[in-house]
């Protein structure tokens, strides 16, 4: 089950190339879509995986789920004359590829706002953290008992109707020999049904891209910013220290919380055009506030601004260029 999570977005981006790279592949399967509902045109074809954007995945899947049947039947029929599509064909005809077709489209589609607003250029950590917290519980709340037998039952009923091999057990694997009197050597975990397998196998990777050490360190320079503009300067002593400590030698600790508790009398609005307006001899005052502003200038929130700038010159100097 792991490998065919792996493997469905994979697949998936190959089914979709598989079908638009060959115009009689794309007849074959816009004939089969037109038996199946005339009303379909080529605007529902397959559409691949773009690997500089990760804000389509959703339709890309959703697509691929809709037109499942249709795929399998275009599959069949070219597997015999074809190793890819013989490969995709093994691939798609188990439900349990299915079942993590329809997990991966529950889990972009929701994912898919998180990932669009965090490549904005003016998201800060701290609304990055809370966007990831809320889209989290809604994840954490997918998992109950009750909703995850619902989407077992409705998979399982689709991979009958569709005549898809059911969901197996792995097979038990015996430990090393060299491990068979070892009592401190783990045993292996024993599943008692298909479903219990596929549900402990499933893992939504989101937080832990969160849980770097210098992400609580941007986080901290945000907050004694804007808390010291909310005059709650006695709460970020802790982060004040945080920040001198990773930046040793930067940061004057005494000097810096001063600073910071003055800083309310001298901005009206923006706090960084606030500065700049002053004259050079009265930034001096403010200076390792400054340097703090200056830490954030440097070191976005996100790096989606500098992919984006390399994924665009990638338009204009190709492999051929």
């Not at 004057?252 to 960084?272: H, K, M, P, Y």
């Amino acid at each position: 089950m792991k490998g065919t999570q792996v493997n469905v977005l994979e697949n998936v981006n190959t089914l979709a190339k598989l079908f638009n790279e060959s115009a009689k592949r794309t007849a074959i399967f816009l004939n089969y879509k037109a038996a199946d509902d005339p009303a379909l045109t080529k605007n529902t074809i397959l559409k691949p995986l773009c690997p500089k954007r990760w804000t389509v995945r959703s339709k890309s899947l959703n697509i691929v789920l809709f037109h499942i049947e249709n795929s399998l039947s275009v599959l069949d029929s070219l597997k015999s004359k074809e190793s890819v599509a013989n490969g995709l064909s093994a691939f798609f005809e188990k439900t349990s590829s299915l079942f993590c077709l329809e997990v991966s489209v529950i889990v972009f589609d929701i994912t898919e706002e998180l990932a669009r607003n965090l490549q904005t250029s003016d998201i800060s950590i701290t609304s990055a953290l809370r966007q990831t917290e809320i889209v989290m519980g809604r994840l954490t709340d997918l998992r109950t008992e009750e909703n995850f037998t619902e989407l077992w039952e409705k998979v399982k009923k689709h991979g009958e109707d569709l005549d898809l091999q059911p969901v197996s057990l792995p097979r038990d694997r015996k430990p090393p020999k060299r491990l068979e009197h070892n009592i401190n050597a783990l045993s292996p975990v024993q599943y008692s049904s298909p479903e219990q397998f596929s549900r402990q196998n499933i893992k939504v990777e989101i937080e832990s891209h969160f849980k770097h050490p210098g992400v609580a360190t941007y986080k901290a320079i945000e907050n004694v910013i804007v808390k010291s503009l909310n005059g709650e300067v006695e709460n970020i002593r802790y982060q004040v220290l945080q920040i001198c400590e990773h930046f040793m030698g930067v940061f004057n600790v005494e000097s810096f919380t001063r600073q910071l508790a003055i800083l309310t009398a001298l901005t009206a609005g923006d706090v960084l055009d606030s500065i700049k307006r002053e004259q050079p001899q009265t930034r001096r005052l403010f200076s390792e506030v400054c340097t703090c502003l200056k830490l954030l200038l440097v070191l976005p929130a996100t790096l989606a601004m500098a992919e984006r700038t390399f994924s665009a010159l990638r338009h204009l100097k190709t492999w051929l260029r």
